[in-house]
T-cell receptor, first 112, second 114 residues
Framework: QKEVEQDPGPLSVPEGAIVSLNCTYSNSAFQYFMWYRQYSRKGPELLMYTYSSGNKEDGRFTAQVDKSSKYISLFIRDSQPSDSATYLCAMSSMDSNYQLIWGAGTKLIIKP | DAGVTQSPTHLIKTRGQHVTLRCSPISGHKSVSWYQQVLGQGPQFIFQYYEKEERGRGNFPDRFSARQFPNYSSELNVNALLLGDSALYLC?????????????FGPGTRLLVL
């Protein structure tokens, strides 16, 4: 079993819809949770960074962490075709010297 | 400001050959990390260097090596290439030594081993 599980998709939604992307994990020591966006043939770009449990909002993006369920989510409101990309979750803990452990990424397609 | 740059962008090699990949971090960043991203998977950590010293190593064979230069640029070397080494190799830079620091990724070098 992988430490971080993420549905590879693709997830296809119409423009303007609310998108929900999720990751589950097995290591309860994870404290830092990140969402990266990766466009085709580009490197990952940090979108959201959350410490421990709770919600964090940045514009159209909201990140949620539920440590009791070992489950994190990224919500995208008013989705745009430019949001079409692969979204990767990553997490780390002090135990592993904060080395990032990544999900496989979910490919998101926003249809105009 | 320039972001993280990597060269070359694409590379084709044959099994058994050696390859050197290069990375220039964002100005002022002293840490460079290398990742391997196989198609359809998330990045896998290979090395981290800070102030020219190795600070972390992932679960990769000794065929993989790296170094960081006084100007904080870095090279990743892979010897005796295998077909399974075909991947996107990503370099990320950050200001500090720990992974708590935000990492900024370059566009990657796409390596194909035939």
């Amino acid at each position: 079993q992988k430490e971080v599980e993420q549905d590879p998709g693709p997830l296809s939604v119409p423009e303007g819809a609310i998108v929900s992307l999720n990751c589950t994990y097995s290591n309860s020591a994870f404290q830092y949770f990140m969402w990266y966006r990766q466009y085709s043939r580009k490197g990952p770009e940090l979108l959201m960074y959350t410490y421990s449990s709770g919600n964090k909002e940045d514009g159209r993006f909201t990140a949620q962490v539920d440590k009791s369920s070992k489950y994190i989510s990224l919500f995208i409101r008013d989705s745009q075709p430019s949001d079409s990309a692969t979204y990767l979750c990553a997490m780390s803990s002090m135990d592993s010297n904060y080395q990032l452990i990544w999900g496989a990424g979910t490919k998101l397609i926003i249809k105009p | 400001d320039a972001g993280v740059t990597q060269s070359p962008t694409h590379l084709i090699k044959t099994r058994g050959q050696h390859v050197t990949l290069r990375c220039s971090p964002i100005s002022g960043h002293k840490s460079v990390s290398w990742y391997q991203q196989v198609l359809g998977q998330g990045p896998q950590f290979i090395f981290q260097y800070y102030e020219k010293e190795e600070r972390g190593r992932g679960n990769f064979p000794d065929r993989f090596s790296a170094r960081q230069f006084p100007n904080y640029s870095s090279e990743l070397n892979v010897n005796a290439l295998l077909l399974g080494d075909s991947a996107l190799y990503l370099c990320a830079s950050s200001t500090g030594a720990t992974f708590q620091e935000t990492q900024y990724f370059g566009p990657g070098t796409r390596l194909l081993v035939l």
